[in-house]
């Protein structure tokens, strides 16, 4: 049966929101955590959560919503749903389908920064284990590819694993192809899973192949399913994704398609926040000592006023050549890292703390407000405030009942 998640009485009729989601996964959940924000905001819905089982879209079809909120994994999956309720929006769901309107996560992009953090990481030989025929695996598993291959890195192998039916277990252990590969994969290794769950499987089956993490392979998951992450051992690092955030501006969208008799579908994919390091990615695998000891002392060092000066503190080479070095080792600029360090540690205290903003530029290395705006607004298009004032609506949603 459907299950009810949430109602507001009223003398006015409620509108009947459908949501079609799987239950026990992660992402659904903390997408259904924004929806249910929004709809407590808004007094006037009515929300209903389904399960995508086809056995349930009779069943959706006899509530009669006026909207639907639904993960589609496919076209069709859409056009069932579409027959049912015209106003409908796709959560987390391919961002191609024709004429459906949709808010999701931008997978390529997320694939991007997994890529990006093993670059920074001085690592050079990398791997993707995707989910087959998955709306977010393929993309991030593309994603990934092209930035290396756009940066000259040829050195990664992509696997694709059967992609599970539900809510069941992936099994990444039962993938001969990848137990295989990976115990003669060159190392020390770089490791993108495309979901928390392939990431946590992962980790085991190195344990179990006495493979080192993240010593001989560094592993990195998507999602930030924190209490999954903290299952492995290591605990998992995770491309933190705004599933929240998904859900919130699929109902508003939803809700400004009432009173339309007309509406353009549009799009709207919402970029990943940032990695979330953990252990499984404790690891900088770069041979050159100079370069080491000014990677850690930029990470070390990230709530103060860092110049290259500083950087070249006891150590006996020159800037051009400490640059030179630090890019062919990184990846990137010497002074690009420390603001993008700098930049990584003011969003983590503006999510996790209640410093004042100037308090926080300060901690960060910044100076002042002002520097921290400028810089923040270059980075993310709005102000530090408003990126906490919109991170703490999202943080924490009510229980579901």
């Known amino acids: 049966m459907p299950s009810r998640v949430s109602s507001q009485t009223s003398p006015a009729r409620l509108r009947r929101i459908a949501v079609v989601l799987p239950q026990l996964l992660h992402w659904s959940r903390q997408v259904m955590g924004g929806i249910s924000t929004f709809a407590r905001q808004n007094h006037s819905w009515s929300l209903q959560w389904f399960s995508p089982a086809q056995a349930l879209l009779q ?25 049912i309720c015209p106003r409908m929006i796709a959560v987390k769901s391919p961002a191609t389908i024709p004429g459906v309107s949709a808010v999701t996560v931008n997978h390529h992009a997320v694939g991007e920064m997994a890529a990006d953090h093993f670059v920074r990481r001085g690592l050079r030989s990398f791997a993707c284990v995707s ?8 993309p991030r598993a593309k994603g990934f590819a092209n930035f290396l291959l756009e940066r000259g890195n040829a050195h990664y192998k992509t696997i694709r694993h059967p992609l599970p039916h539900g809510e069941q277990e992936v099994k990444l252990r039962e993938n001969d192809e990848f137990c295989n590969w990976l115990k003669s994969a060159p190392k020390p290794l770089g490791l993108f899973a495309v979901d928390d769950r392939l990431g946590v499987e992962a980790c085991e089956i190195c344990r179990e192949l006495q493979v080192r993490v993240p ?14 992450c903290n299952i492995a051992d290591p605990s998992l690092s995770s491309v933190h994704t705004p599933l929240v955030q998904v859900g919130f501006e699929a109902a508003q969208l939803l809700d ?13 994919r919402l970029n990943p926040i940032q990695v979330t390091t953990r252990e499984s990615c404790g690891v900088l695998a770069v041979d050159d000592p100079d370069i080491a000891e000014v ?33 062919a080792a990184i990846g990137c600029g010497l002074m690009e890292e420390v603001r993008r360090v700098r930049d990584q540690h003011a969003v983590e205290m503006l999510i996790k703390s209640d410093l004042p903003i100037w308090r926080i530029a300060k901690e960060c290395g910044f100076g002042s407000a002002v520097h921290l705006s400028v810089a923040f607004r270059r980075s993310h298009g709005v102000s530090p405030r408003h990126f906490r004032e919109q991170s703490r609506l999202m943080q924490d949603p009510p229980a579901q009942s």
């Open 295 to 327: 990677w850690c002392r930029i990470h070390a060092m990230k709530d103060q006023p860092l110049s290259v000066k500083t950087l070249l503190k006891d150590l006996s080479i020159s800037r051009r050549t400490l640059e030179q070095r630090f890019r």
């Open 256 to 268: 400004s398609m009432f009173g339309q008799q007309k509406f353009t579908p549009q799009t709207r």
């Open 131 to 138: 989910l087959q025929d998955s709306a977010f695996g393929e």
């Open 215 to 228: 010593d001989d392979v560094a592993v990195l998951g998507a999602d930030d399913d924190a209490p999954l």
């Open 59 to 83: 069943s959706l079809a006899e509530w009669q919503p006026d909207g639907v909120l639904a993960f589609c994994n496919s076209e069709g999956d859409a056009r069932e749903l579409l027959a």
